[in-house]
C-alpha cells in the first residue's frame, strides 16, 4: 500500500520552530519529488514548496511568502522528507500534507493524511 | 492569494452534470497541464484529474476534464451525494516557479 505520513504537529508559541516530518512507503521515495502542502481551518490548499529526487540534484523552490523561513529536506535512505519552519507566526497555523509527484507530470498522486500546526500564544 | 480562479459553490440535483471553471493565466495553465483535486470533508486531497483530461486508476468516468488556453474545466456527470466535496483546479507556474491552487469550489448536491 501506497503511504505518506506525516508526523511532528504540535502546538507552539508564535516566534518558535518545529520540524514535521513525511515518513513513505509502498511507493519508489527516490524517484518521487516531495511537496508540502498545508490548509488553514476553512480555508483552500497553499503549495509550500517542494524537493526534487537526487536526478534533479534535490532543488528546492518555495512559495514566495515562505521563502526564508522554512526549509524542505529528505533523506533517501530513511523514505522521509522534513518540513522545517522557524519563526513561526499566527497565520501558519494549519493542516500540514506531506504529497508527491513523479515526473514529468506535475500530479501530487498520493497525499498523507496531515498533521496539525497551531501557532498560539 | 491564489492566481488560478474557481467559483466558491456548484451545485446540482442527483444524476444532472456540473461543470466547474478554473481561470488561469499563460504562466500556468496556458503552458502547463493541469490537475484536478477533490477534497472529501474530513479528508485530505485526492487526485481526480491530471494532464487535462486523464483519470487515475480508480476514478469514474463520470468525472472529465478540459483545458483550452488559459482556462480549464471540470465537469462531473450523473452527479451523486457522494461528490459533496471540494473541488481544486491546479497547475505549475513557470513564473512563479511553483506549483498553485485555485481558489476551490464546494460542491453541493441539493
Known amino acids: 500500500e501506497v503511504q505518506l505520513v506525516e508526523s511532528g504537529g504540535n502546538l507552539v508559541q508564535p516566534g518558535g520552530s518545529l520540524k514535521l516530518s513525511c515518513a513513505a512507503s509502498?511507493?519508489?521515495?527516490?524517484?518521487?519529488?516531495l511537496h508540502w502542502v498545508r490548509q488553514a481551518s476553512g480555508k483552500g490548499l497553499e503549495w509550500i514548496g517542494h524537493?526534487?529526487?537526487?536526478?534533479?540534484?534535490?532543488?528546492?523552490e518555495y512559495t514566495e511568502s515562505l521563502r526564508g523561513r522554512f526549509t524542505i529536506s529528505r533523506d533517501d535512505s530513511k523514505n522521509t522528507a522534513y518540513l522545517q519552519m522557524n519563526s513561526l507566526k499566527t497565520e501558519d497555523t494549519a493542516v500540514y500534507y506531506c504529497?508527491?509527484?513523479?515526473?514529468?507530470?506535475?500530479?501530487?498522486?498520493?497525499w498523507g493524511q496531515g498533521t496539525l500546526v497551531t501557532v498560539s500564544s | 492569494q491564489s492566481v488560478l480562479t474557481q467559483p466558491p459553490s456548484a451545485s446540482g440535483t442527483p444524476g444532472q452534470s456540473v461543470s466547474i471553471p478554473c481561470s488561469g493565466s499563460?504562466?500556468?495553465?496556458?503552458?502547463?497541464?493541469v490537475n484536478w483535486y477533490q477534497q472529501l470533508p474530513g479528508t485530505a486531497p485526492k487526485l481526480l484529474i491530471y494532464?487535462?483530461?486523464q483519470r487515475p486508476s480508480g476514478v469514474p468516468d463520470r468525472f472529465s476534464g478540459s483545458k483550452s488556453g488559459t482556462s480549464a474545466s471540470l465537469t462531473i456527470s450523473g452527479l451523486r451525494s457522494g461528490d459533496e466535496a471540494d473541488y481544486y483546479c491546479?497547475?505549475?507556474?513557470?513564473?512563479?516557479?511553483?506549483?498553485?491552487f485555485g481558489t476551490g469550489t464546494k460542491v453541493t448536491v441539493l
Open positions: 491546479a497547475a505549475w507556474d513557470d513564473s512563479m516557479r511553483g506549483y498553485v
Open positions: 504529497t508527491r509527484h513523479r515526473p514529468p507530470t506535475v500530479a501530487l498522486d498520493c
Open positions: 524537493i526534487r529526487s537526487k536526478a534533479n540534484s534535490y532543488a528546492t
Open positions: 509502498g511507493l519508489t521515495f527516490s524517484d518521487s519529488a
Open positions: 499563460s504562466s500556468n495553465i496556458g503552458t502547463n497541464t
Open positions: 494532464s487535462n483530461n
